[in-house]
């Protein structure tokens, strides 16, 4: 068993920076895919990052791309997802996720999950 728990959300103004945490415990992450999904208030709950088990494979949503950086520290058991540019749309509750396989878009595919952060994101 994993488990993920994510930290660093909160209220920014838009064009504002949060940077999210995702720390694992009970098992080692460093061979497993990361993602980053979010789920806005009566909405579905969609993609917005993942990253490959050794760092080196990246892929983001359009809505994340180019402001968004997904990365980790296998050292440290942790995932993080650097947001820049922040707008109101932005505005969610943030998850992490875990799988022991390949980097998927999909959250079906995922098979832990963490409790997940909220971030609002003012106009």
């Known amino acids: 068993q994993v488990q993920l728990v994510e930290s660093g959300g909160g209220l920014v103004q838009a064009g504002g920076s949060l940077r999210l945490s995702c720390a694992a415990s009970?098992?080692?992450?460093?061979?497993?895919?990361m993602g980053w999904f979010r789920q806005a208030a009566g909405k579905e709950r969609e993609f917005v990052a993942t990253?490959?088990?050794?760092?080196?494979?990246?892929y983001y949503a359009d809505s994340a791309k180019g402001r968004f950086t997904i990365s980790r520290d296998n050292a440290k058991n942790t995932v993080y997802l650097q947001m820049n540019s922040l707008k109101p749309e932005d505005t969610a509750v943030y998850y992490c996720?875990?799988?022991?396989?390949?980097?998927?878009?999909?959250?079906?595919?995922?098979?832990?999950w963490g409790q997940g952060t909220q971030v609002t994101v003012s106009s």
């Open positions: 009970g098992r080692t992450i460093s061979n497993a895919a």
């Open positions: 990253i490959s088990w050794g760092g080196g494979s990246t």
């Open positions: 996720a875990a799988r022991w396989s390949i980097r998927s878009l999909a959250a079906h595919e995922y098979d832990y």
